[in-house]
């Protein structure tokens, strides 16, 4: 018999920008067998910045600008990082790291195309404006490799501007190199921009998130999916070797899709999903938008629809222009600002606005309750970029922050000041031991875990 607290309706709505979102299943809405439920999961989250920040090497025009005057607990925030002050228990942030193989390395111009291609991989790409691309595997496609097999999806790719496979998009680096997050070597995974997309990828082509619209689409999504297999069993029969492996390799991916509904099924059976109409058309509005790609990340955490995420605030070498704060020079024109303090204000006022935006996500995260604790407390969210100081296309002394404790495994409060060239890697290899991956001996070019984290 399963017990719910008379008091508290299943559905209690919320409105708010446009939705009505029902409470997520809370603990009095819970038979009393939930108290038996193992400890929330860790969820994995990466936040790129584009065009690098004022402040985070000893380069800049503006130095402490970012990056904190004095190393351990208690630091000062710095200007720039002041909105993140209130999650300071749940903050580490680092300096010293570096990706190197962002830099030329003999290859020429194509800072901004080997910044996104690296952050995440830590491994060169091939220069090339052609099909012939080919970078390595990222971070959170590592972790997507394992936590996905929990989850409906294996992780959700987001970005706010187009993200092309084709075409040269910097000085002869083709634009798949765009991509943050890849899947292998030639395997580019763009980022999702329209939020309607993510919805329907999440929920469904439905209006809303209405379990019995939504328990229909699975059952018509498994007839089909009969179908194929059916059709596919018969054909494997008049094959030859070659192409039964090429069709044993489809078919892997209609198991995937099989997998997914069942636990599609599972979930609806025993969640109740907060209540979300489908998003219209893209918001003009810069924090609009992208406070609506980030509403739907949290929930498809909160859902356990994922537990791996990525998200580009801008595209690297974009000239978006900030309007929205007063700005209507292009992003990466004025980021190469030649001391030019107009143009430096300017671009203070963009990096303000993006660590705002991470401020929400923390926020959202903050208030969102999961298990015994918060989302916050059981996530880890990488925020930063693979270039420091924009206006020479430095890769060392990267601007990062840490986010989330990993159920209480992270103690917060610290800049953590690492020497020189400490490569981005290592602090990767953390986090796949924080969130419970199998051990991964090497990643891009690590030298080893970060030391005293």
């Known amino acids: ?242 192409d039964k492996r090429k069709l044993e390799e489809y078919l892997e991916s209609v198991r995937d899709i099989e997998r997914r509904i069942q636990l599609a099924e599972q979930q609806n059976a025993t969640t109740v999903l907060p209540y979300i109409d489908r998003p219209g058309a893209i918001p003009d509005d810069y924090m609009q938008y992208t406070k609506l790609m980030i509403d739907m990340q949290v929930v498809a955490w909160q859902t356990d629809m994922t537990r791996v995420a990525s998200f580009m605030l801008g595209r690297d070498g974009s000239n978006r222009a900030y309007r929205e704060i007063g700005i209507s020079d292009g992003h990466h024109s004025i980021s190469h600002h030649q001391g030019d303090a107009e143009k430096i204000d300017k671009l203070i006022k963009i990096d303000e606005l993006h660590v705002a935006m991470l401020a929400y996500l923390l926020e959202k995260l903050k208030n969102t309750p999961d298990g015994d604790g918060t989302l916050l407390d059981h996530s880890l969210v990488l925020f930063g970029s693979s270039i420091s100081e924009s206006n020479i296309h430095t890769h060392d002394d990267l601007p990062i922050v840490l986010a989330g404790t990993a159920n209480g495994q992270l103690k917060g409060n610290r800049h953590l000041v690492y020497s020189k060239e400490t490569p981005l890697n290592n602090l990767f290899l953390n986090m796949f031991d924080l969130a419970g991956l199998p051990h991964v001996e090497g990643f891009g070019d690590s030298t080893g875990r970060l030391a005293n984290l």
């Open 1 to 242: 018999m399963n017990n719910f607290n008379p008091t508290l309706p299943r559905r209690t709505f919320l409105r708010g920008l446009g939705a009505t979102m029902a409470l997520p299943l809370l603990d009095s809405m819970r038979p009393a067998a939930a108290a038996l439920a193992p400890s929330a999961p860790i969820r994995l989250g990466y936040v790129y910045t584009p065009n690098g920040i004022i402040g985070a090497c000893d380069k800049s025009p503006r130095p402490f600008m970012w990056t904190p005057k004095s190393a351990g607990a208690n630091f000062e925030f710095s200007p720039t990082m002041k909105a993140l002050e209130p999650f300071r228990e749940h903050l580490n942030v680092f300096s010293g790291l570096a990706q190197v193989n962002g830099r030329a390395l003999g290859d020429g111009p194509g800072d901004h195309a080997r910044a996104t291609a690296t952050f995440l991989t830590g491994v060169h790409p091939r220069k090339t404006g052609g099909a012939d691309f080919r970078l390595g595997i990222s971070a959170d496609q590592i972790a997507a490799k394992e936590l996905g097999k929990y989850t409906q999806l294996a992780s959700l790719e987001l970005g706010l501007e187009p993200q092309p496979l084709a075409g040269n998009c910097d000085s002869g680096y083709t634009c798949a190199y765009m991509s943050m997050s890849w899947r292998g070597p030639t395997s580019p995974l763009p980022a999702e921009i329209n939020p309607r997309s993510v919805f329907e990828r999440l929920f469904g082509d439905g209006d809303s998130t209405d379990a019995a619209a939504r328990l229909a689409r699975l059952e018509s999504q498994k007839s089909v999916l009969d179908y194929v297999a059916g059709t596919l069993s018969r054909l494997r029969m008049t094959l030859g070797n070659g």
